[in-house]
Nanobody, 118 residues
Protein backbone atom coordinates (compact mmCIF):
# COMPACT_ATOMS: atom_id res chain seq x y z
CA UNK A 1 0.00 0.00 0.00
CA UNK A 2 1.25 3.46 -0.92
CA UNK A 3 -0.11 6.74 0.39
CA UNK A 4 0.41 9.96 -1.56
CA UNK A 5 -0.23 13.53 -0.50
CA UNK A 6 0.19 16.40 -2.94
CA UNK A 7 0.72 20.03 -2.09
CA UNK A 8 1.84 23.25 -3.70
CA UNK A 9 -1.00 24.05 -6.05
CA UNK A 10 -2.50 27.50 -6.32
CA UNK A 11 -3.34 30.48 -8.49
CA UNK A 12 -0.53 31.98 -10.57
CA UNK A 13 -0.19 34.38 -13.47
CA UNK A 14 0.86 33.44 -16.98
CA UNK A 15 4.62 32.99 -17.20
CA UNK A 16 5.10 32.32 -13.50
CA UNK A 17 6.43 29.15 -11.90
CA UNK A 18 5.09 26.71 -9.36
CA UNK A 19 6.50 23.66 -7.63
CA UNK A 20 4.28 20.78 -6.63
CA UNK A 21 5.26 18.26 -3.99
CA UNK A 22 4.14 14.69 -3.43
CA UNK A 23 4.92 13.09 -0.09
CA UNK A 24 4.89 9.32 -0.38
CA UNK A 25 4.72 6.66 2.28
CA UNK A 26 4.68 2.89 2.15
CA UNK A 27 6.86 -0.10 2.80
CA UNK A 28 8.11 -0.78 -0.72
CA UNK A 29 8.33 2.62 -2.34
CA UNK A 30 11.50 1.75 -4.22
CA UNK A 31 9.50 -0.67 -6.39
CA UNK A 32 7.35 2.09 -7.84
CA UNK A 33 7.56 4.61 -10.59
CA UNK A 34 6.29 7.96 -9.38
CA UNK A 35 4.15 9.94 -11.77
CA UNK A 36 2.42 13.23 -12.22
CA UNK A 37 -0.81 13.31 -14.16
CA UNK A 38 -3.18 16.18 -14.71
CA UNK A 39 -6.82 16.62 -15.60
CA UNK A 40 -8.15 19.82 -17.05
CA UNK A 41 -11.86 20.71 -16.89
CA UNK A 42 -13.80 18.66 -19.41
CA UNK A 43 -10.76 16.66 -20.48
CA UNK A 44 -9.34 13.24 -19.78
CA UNK A 45 -6.56 12.75 -17.29
CA UNK A 46 -3.19 12.88 -19.03
CA UNK A 47 0.35 11.83 -18.23
CA UNK A 48 2.76 14.61 -17.33
CA UNK A 49 6.01 13.08 -16.06
CA UNK A 50 7.50 10.12 -14.22
CA UNK A 51 10.62 9.10 -12.33
CA UNK A 52 11.79 6.07 -10.38
CA UNK A 53 13.34 6.09 -6.92
CA UNK A 54 16.43 4.24 -8.06
CA UNK A 55 17.29 5.71 -11.45
CA UNK A 56 17.88 9.27 -12.59
CA UNK A 57 15.94 8.62 -15.78
CA UNK A 58 12.93 10.85 -16.20
CA UNK A 59 9.98 10.61 -18.54
CA UNK A 60 7.84 13.41 -19.89
CA UNK A 61 4.87 14.07 -22.07
CA UNK A 62 6.46 15.41 -25.20
CA UNK A 63 4.65 18.72 -25.15
CA UNK A 64 5.78 19.53 -21.61
CA UNK A 65 9.45 18.62 -21.72
CA UNK A 66 11.51 21.73 -21.27
CA UNK A 67 8.99 23.59 -19.14
CA UNK A 68 8.29 20.93 -16.51
CA UNK A 69 10.89 19.06 -14.45
CA UNK A 70 10.26 16.06 -12.22
CA UNK A 71 12.67 15.28 -9.42
CA UNK A 72 12.78 13.37 -6.15
CA UNK A 73 14.31 13.50 -2.72
CA UNK A 74 14.80 9.93 -1.55
CA UNK A 75 15.60 10.99 2.00
CA UNK A 76 12.22 12.75 2.26
CA UNK A 77 10.27 10.26 0.13
CA UNK A 78 9.07 13.24 -1.85
CA UNK A 79 8.65 13.81 -5.55
CA UNK A 80 8.47 17.28 -7.05
CA UNK A 81 7.15 18.82 -10.23
CA UNK A 82 8.72 22.14 -11.11
CA UNK A 83 6.53 23.97 -13.60
CA UNK A 84 7.92 27.01 -15.40
CA UNK A 85 6.51 29.45 -17.92
CA UNK A 86 3.00 28.44 -16.99
CA UNK A 87 0.20 28.92 -19.50
CA UNK A 88 -3.58 29.03 -19.12
CA UNK A 89 -3.77 25.58 -20.69
CA UNK A 90 -1.75 24.20 -17.78
CA UNK A 91 -4.77 24.84 -15.56
CA UNK A 92 -5.78 21.46 -14.15
CA UNK A 93 -5.91 19.28 -11.09
CA UNK A 94 -2.50 17.67 -10.76
CA UNK A 95 -2.29 14.18 -9.34
CA UNK A 96 0.62 12.24 -7.98
CA UNK A 97 0.50 8.52 -8.71
CA UNK A 98 2.57 5.43 -8.03
CA UNK A 99 2.78 2.28 -10.09
CA UNK A 100 5.15 -0.63 -10.54
CA UNK A 101 4.83 -0.27 -14.28
CA UNK A 102 5.64 2.99 -16.00
CA UNK A 103 2.48 4.93 -16.88
CA UNK A 104 0.27 2.38 -15.13
CA UNK A 105 -0.66 3.95 -11.80
CA UNK A 106 -1.93 1.84 -8.94
CA UNK A 107 -2.20 4.48 -6.25
CA UNK A 108 -3.34 8.07 -6.51
CA UNK A 109 -3.13 11.15 -4.38
CA UNK A 110 -6.09 13.44 -3.83
CA UNK A 111 -4.88 16.01 -6.34
CA UNK A 112 -3.90 19.66 -6.09
CA UNK A 113 -5.47 22.43 -8.15
CA UNK A 114 -3.35 24.66 -10.36
CA UNK A 115 -4.95 27.69 -11.97
CA UNK A 116 -3.02 29.85 -14.41
CA UNK A 117 -4.64 33.19 -14.92
CA UNK A 118 -4.10 35.51 -17.85
Amino acid sequence: QVQLVESGGGLVQVGESLRLSCAASGRTLSMYFMHWFRQAPGKEREFVAAISWSSPTTYYAGSLKGRFTISRDNAKNTVYLQMNSLRPEDTAVYYCAAGKVLRVPQYWGQGTQVIVSS
